[in-house]
């Protein structure tokens, strides 16, 4: 890999880049706003007054669909679904596994995964 490609990966990594378009494009396509351009001129705004804790980080979904997400993989209704799961859920949602401390032993509860979510 030549250097150059190496410090654009490392570049997109370091600001996590792909996360941001991914949740960008997700925002998109769940709001489906009449003015995408101007939406997303909000949304930006509304992640930089978050980070300055202005305001609050938009987010995808709220906690009922969060709910509904977990019940759909919980199937068996156990009130807990299994950590392989608990990932291949975060990454569709464009959410970093990378930090993930879970052991592949654990259950995951759904507080865990609103958290995590």
Sequence with gaps: ???????????????????????????????????????LIQVLERVKAGRRAEGEYPELMDEANVEAMFSLLDVLGQGHITPVQYREALKTLGLSTEDLEVGDDENITLEVFKEGV
């Design 1 to 39: 890999m030549a250097a150059g490609e190496e410090q654009s990966r490392e570049y997109l990594r370091r600001h996590r880049l792909p996360e941001l378009l991914h949740h960008l494009g997700a925002l998109l396509l769940f709001h489906r706003p009449e003015r995408p351009r101007e939406f």
